[in-house]
């Protein structure tokens, strides 16, 4: 019998969708070809794994995929090669040889004749065979040159140099060290050393703006002690504040040492001089040059001193103010009336007055006058 309709459709179909997958295979590998002449190996890898997805036993005449795979683990070999060699670089640099030789060694095995990977291994074993040893000398009291100089004689070097404080052993002077004396060392080693700074100091707080009591519990916090107290006017600083001291703040000086201060007095207090008699002009110069100022506005006082005349200030004179002090000025009026002045018309009218009735009386009554004084007898 003859195929059916159904079935010779059928097969045409899976004859397309073959031809199809064929031709996407071909495609594959084509670009897999190309991308392996440009030598992106991961791209070609990557193909190959679509090309296995597609068609898994699709053939790879020119070994492709073979040689791309031998090129990533040669690549991968350099790379590794290159980062123990860095690394032994590294080792060296920081002196740790033991490191440096079995980076290099590795990198021997890996990659025979690397650059210059024998050189190197050989100064590593240089480094690391056994150097003949040296007694370390004492350095104590010695100045740098002088140890310098002892442990050149020993084929060693001074290292790295300290500074400590020290009541017993002079400044300059090495106080410790290190190897100690008598160690056994390398031939070409380093010997650190501790040098004396002189007795040990503390550094003066800062006692500005403080008063007495707080600035001496700060001082003896620190090991030092409140000196000589002096007063001196401010015009910033309250009554009773410090504003100076010795040493000044931050200053290095020996334990037990005294600081002293200066405490404010409060503003410069000065004497309103006495400038009473004076014009105002000259009272003005006076005042001004006592450190006062003049005041604006004056007052006005009757008085027997000439008009224009200073009869008193406000402060008053020999009073005790403040530097820049205004001070107001009293000044006379003019001649005032005296009490005197204004009762002698009013006496000497009653002194008319009676003698003129003396006068009328003794005319018209001698006897009697004369008995009432005395001079008639009766």
Known sequence: MGETVEAILDRQERFAREEERQKRLDELYTRARRLHHDKEWQAVVDVFGQIQAIGPGYPDPEGLLMSTREELEALEQAQSVAALYDQGLRYMETEEWSRAFERFEEVQCLKPGYQDTEELLSRVRQELAPSPTVEVPDLSGQSISQATSSLADKGLTLGTRKEAPSEKVPEGRIIRQDPETGTEVAAGSSVT?????????????????????????????????????????????????????HPIAQTATNPGSSVSITVSSGPEKVTVPNVSGRSIEEAGRVLESAGLVLANSRKEKKSRKPAGTVVATDPSSRSKVAL??????????????SPRILAAPLVATLVAAVVLIGLIVLRNYPLKVGIAFGKIPA
């Open 324 to 337: 820049g002090t205004s001070v107001t000025m009293v000044v006379s009026s003019g001649q005032r009336t």
């Open 193 to 245: 050393v501790t040098v004396s700074s002189g007795p040990s100091t503390v550094q003066v707080p800062n006692l500005a703006s403080l008063n007495r009591s707080r600035a001496s519990g700060i001082l003896d916090a620190v090991g030092l002690e409140l000196g000589k107290e002096d007063q001196a006017p401010s015009d910033t600083a309250p009554e009773g504040e410090i504003i100076r001291q």
